[in-house]
């Protein structure tokens, strides 16, 4: 049984009305995997981690002032969330939360997070939506493990992963892809290892071509031990912040994909869900469901 990491923390934060970041959309994707039958002893619940626990991963002023709302007014607007106690406890769970699912992949061979890809986290702030970067705490808690000794984290999000890419910098022993955007956020990019932008309306194709390359070529380049990967959907067609034609057949295909690949070279993969920005949460759901369908696989398609 591929395990699912959740926590219905993850949708409980009191936003302003209208505010652009999805927040329900987390225990929407729970809610329709139970619905599709998958059992609640699936679910695996992950336990907030300890703010000391970051500290010398990223800068340990930053985690603290973060932790008790001490913040300026700066660094909470580039954030993009309005600072709470329940917001740290949030963010700390969902952190944990995709360190977990890295542990079970070893165990398992993969496993699925309903939340994550933090990716924008930097050493000593946050930006979009983005606190604490999770993929590459994950990375660097998998580092620790016996046997994984290189980590590939394939970053497939509309928008570049900047925080990654600059916190795995000098680590030769984490490899940083991104396919995005070529002309969205962050408009300042930084270097991963590998790069791929591409340009507004890219489609299926054009899309799942570049995925398969890109990765085929990271994974013979780099020989990795272990894979995180970012499934975002903003990629969608009908996502607000995405500007790619990517309908939703194309994010299964791609989702396929990554984990054939994966089971093709003996890769544990954990998944995280990424972004997805649709206004309309019963739509971004589904979109976000091929993740499931995908990763589940016979699981899934047996419920059906």
């Known amino acids: 049984m591929i395990p699912l990491v959740f926590h219905p923390i993850y949708s409980q934060l009191d936003l302003p009305e209208r ?31 300890h703010p000391g626990r970051i500290n010398g991963a990223l800068c340990p002023d930053y985690v603290s002032r973060f932790s008790s709302g001490t913040l300026d007014g700066a ?12 917001l740290v406890r949030r963010t700390l769970t969902a952190v944990a939360g995709t360190v977990l699912a890295g542990v079970l992949s070893l165990e398992k061979g993969r496993a699925l997070h309903l939340t994550g ?90 899309y799942l071509a570049c995925v398969e390359a890109t990765l085929s070529a990271a994974v013979d380049r780099f020989r990795p031990d272990a894979v995180i990967y970012d499934a975002g959907v903003d990629i969608h067609i009908d996502d607000d912040l995405g500007h790619f ?3 939703s057949d194309g994010v299964l295909a791609r989702d396929r994909l990554v984990f054939e690949h994966c089971d093709r070279a003996g890769l ?10 649709q206004r309309n949460i019963p739509a971004l759901v589904d979109v976000h469901l091929n993740l499931f369908r995908a990763g589940l696989g016979a699981e899934f398609d047996g419920l059906q």
Do not use: M
Request: overall charge neutral.
């Open 117 to 206: 890809g933090y990716h924008h986290g930097f050493y000593d702030h946050g930006a979009g939506f983005c606190i604490i970067n999770d993929l590459y705490l994950s990375a660097l808690n998998l580092l620790d493990k016996p046997g994984i000794g290189r980590l590939l984290i394939f970053d497939c999000d509309v928008h570049q992963g900047d925080g990654t890419a600059r916190l795995a910098t000098g680590n030769d022993r984490i490899f940083t892809v991104s396919i995005h955007g070529e002309k969205n956020f962050p408009f300042r990019k930084q270097v991963s290892d590998l790069d791929v932008p591409l340009p507004k309306g890219t489609r299926d194709d054009q």
């Open 19 to 49: 505010h652009r970041f999805p927040i329900q959309k987390y225990q929407g994707i729970y809610d329709r995997l139970r619905q599709e039958g998958i059992g609640s002893g699936q679910f695996i619940r992950p336990k907030p981690l």
């Open 245 to 247: 034609d990517i309908t």
């Open 268 to 277: 544990p993969v954990s998944a995280v869900i990424g972004g997805g920005y």
């Open 75 to 86: 660094a909470v607007r580039r954030i993009g969330f309005p600072w709470s106690d329940q």
